[in-house]
């Protein structure tokens, strides 16, 4: 079996079509200076990319900072207006009070109801 050379053959004289390209004359510099011909531009692109990624993500925090926002004090107030007060301010109820209220309730005693389902909708019901 014939044994193959690991090099690509490449005419050597000066006037081949293949010396004559951008490829060849890097190819040929490039163990000389191989800072110059690639790590530079390997660290410019780096240092670019950077700079050209700022501004997406940017828009990402930005668009976070959108959806989760600080609360006005108005805001803040109407939020809890539905819910009970447990002493504090105006209320005569106490912590223990109000422990020893939801400690009678009989938890024992209830009935399961089912809640009314939309039209459509499938209700759980095996038939």
């Known amino acids: 079996m014939a044994v193959f050379q690991s090099k690509t053959y490449r005419p050597v004289s000066p006037t081949s079509a293949y010396q004559q390209t951008l490829a060849a004359k890097y190819r040929r510099l490039l163990p000389r200076h191989p800072f110059l011909l690639f790590g530079l531009p390997?660290?410019?692109?780096?240092?670019?990319?950077?700079?050209?990624?700022?501004?997406?993500?940017?828009?990402?925090?930005?668009?976070?900072?959108?959806?989760?926002?600080?609360?006005?004090?108005?805001?803040?107030?109407?939020?809890?207006?539905?819910?009970?007060?447990?002493?504090?301010?105006?209320?005569?109820?106490?912590?223990?009070?109000?422990?020893?209220?939801?400690?009678?309730?009989?938890l024992?005693?209830?009935e399961n109801k089912r809640v009314e389902r939309l039209k459509g909708e499938p209700d759980g019901i095996l038939k």
């Open 42 to 106: 390997f660290l410019t692109t780096i240092v670019a990319a950077s700079f050209l990624l700022t501004p997406a993500t940017a828009i990402r925090y930005e668009k976070h900072d959108r959806k989760v926002r600080r609360m006005s004090q108005d805001e803040a107030l109407g939020l809890g207006k539905d819910s009970r007060r447990i002493g504090g301010e105006g209320g005569k109820e106490t912590m223990r009070e109000e422990y020893y209220r939801l400690a009678a309730k009989d």
């Open 108 to 110: 024992d005693d209830w």
